[in-house]
């Protein structure tokens, strides 16, 4: 299962890549607007490093943030591309609230599996 989560998550940060210093007539495009499309893509791709890697998170979240970071800069050599704070800011606060959601599951999954294996033990004598 590892595995495939993780694959998943470097075949998303692959497609983000893709999609923000490929050509801009192939980048996907919806109903959201700039900042929505960025959002829903970094909160996805902090969903998946999130799950990927969980004992490793924080680690995660700040080569994250990094690495958002030089994505932005490299547009300034990707033609029709360009590289702007507001969509570096939108692109790492959404992977860390994906990173945030990732761990809040992580709790309550813990948290659930902990109550049931107290209940299931029945009460003591």
Same mark, same amino acid.
């Given at each position: 299962m590892s595995i495939l989560v993780r694959s #998943?998550?470097?075949?998303?940060?692959?497609?983000? =890549?893709f999609a923000t210093l490929g050509?801009?007539?192939l980048r996907p495009h919806s109903d959201l607007g700039q900042d929505g499309e960025h959002a829903l893509a970094f909160i996805? +791709?902090?969903? %998946?490093f999130?799950?990927?890697?969980?004992?490793?998170?924080?680690?995660?979240? %700040?080569a994250a943030v990094a690495l958002i970071g030089v994505l932005e800069l490299m547009q300034f050599w990707a033609p029709g591309r360009h590289a702007r704070?507001? /969509?570096?800011? +939108? /692109?790492?606060? =959404?992977?860390? #609230?994906?990173?945030?959601?990732?761990?809040a599951a992580d709790w309550l999954l813990t948290r659930f599996r902990t109550s049931s294996a107290v209940a299931s033990e029945g009460p003591a004598e």
């Open positions: #998943i998550a470097w075949l998303l940060a692959a497609a983000v =890549t050509p801009p007539g996805l +791709v902090g969903l %998946a999130g799950f990927a890697y969980p004992r490793r998170r924080l680690l995660s979240v %700040a704070l507001e /969509d570096f800011l +939108v /692109d790492a606060l =959404t992977a860390c #609230i994906g990173f945030a959601l990732a761990a």
